[in-house]
């Protein structure tokens, strides 16, 4: 869902914010928030939320439309209000759009930082050497 760094793009932006003077801790709490701003953003354009507003919208307009419909433009479609069905059937797809992206919600992405940048500890050999391959 939200957009991971590469590898290439996290170390080099790393080694910048080495060169300015920041810590490791420093640098893995800048990353950790930006990957949090992006997951939001996932979030706030899921395509459920997109596709069921429009579905909905337009559903309401068309039911609308169904309901004002005069018997001689239902007689032009053999006797069925097909504005009415077709509105009342694109307001049912977009409720279930709504309601699947509320009980169902993206996942969050969860931060990887070591638990020594939380503690403000200096970071731990292993951890520099992961870091470097990454």
């Excluded at 395509?47 to 429009?54: A, C, N, Q, S």
């Excluded at 068309?62 to 077709?86: C, M, P, R, Y």
Aim: net charge negative; aromatic share 8%; no cysteine.
């Amino acid at each position: 869902m939200s957009e991971q760094f590469e590898p290439s793009e996290r170390a080099e932006a790393a080694e910048r914010l080495r060169r300015a003077g920041y810590s490791e801790a420093d640098v893995q709490r800048e990353v950790t928030e930006l990957e949090e701003k992006s997951a939001t953003a996932a979030r706030i354009f899921d395509l459920r939320r997109i596709i069921g507003g429009l579905f909905v919208v337009y559903g309401v307009i068309v039911t609308i439309a169904g309901l004002t419909d005069s018997d001689a433009e239902i007689d032009k479609a053999q006797g069925i209000n097909i504005n009415l069905w077709t509105g009342l059937g694109m307001l049912a797809l977009g409720i279930f759009f709504l309601a699947w992206l509320k009980l169902r919600p993206a996942a969050p992405v969860t931060p990887t930082l070591p638990p020594e940048a939380v503690d403000g500890e200096p970071p731990r050999a292993e951890w520099r050497r992961r870091t470097r391959r990454s």
